[in-house]
């Protein structure tokens, strides 16, 4: 008896927590989308950072087709799974540890919009490329 209601603590905990969590990111408003980046050489340099707000610093980014892109992606360090984004058209996975950056480069073909996103898929954002 004395585990099953231990089991049932623990679920109500984890599902508080959850809910806590949940309501938090819903009540956080997104952060608009970033102008375009430093076309200032041959490269277009790109920074997005995951915050603890579970949102991106720039959920939109544009650049330019056919021009290499660098991107540069960090955490605030408490981002979650946040702290790895994917860029799968790109063939992009970064995963910096906290404080640093990771930097992957890259040259878009086509024009399109294209997904980023975490490793659960809960912070989202994307690229258009013109």
Do not use: W
Not at 24 to 36: E, Y
Not at 77 to 94: H, P, T, W
């Amino acid at each position: 008896m004395n585990n099953v209601v231990f089991g049932l603590v623990i679920v109500l905990l984890v599902g508080i927590g959850v809910g806590f969590a949940a309501l938090v990111m819903a009540t956080q408003s997104p952060v608009a989308a970033a102008p375009a980046p430093d076309v200032t050489g041959p490269v277009q340099d790109v920074y997005i950072k995951a915050l603890s707000t579970g949102f991106y610093d720039k959920q939109e980014v544009t650049v330019k087709k056919g021009i290499p892109v660098r991107l540069h992606f960090s955490t605030d360090g408490r981002a979650g799974c946040g702290s790895v984004l994917f860029m799968e058209k790109f063939g992009v996975r970064l995963a910096p540890l906290s404080g640093q950056e990771s930097v992957a480069t890259f040259t878009p073909t086509e024009s399109g919009t294209f997904a980023y996103h975490c490793s659960m898929n809960m912070f989202r954002g994307r690229m258009v490329v013109e």
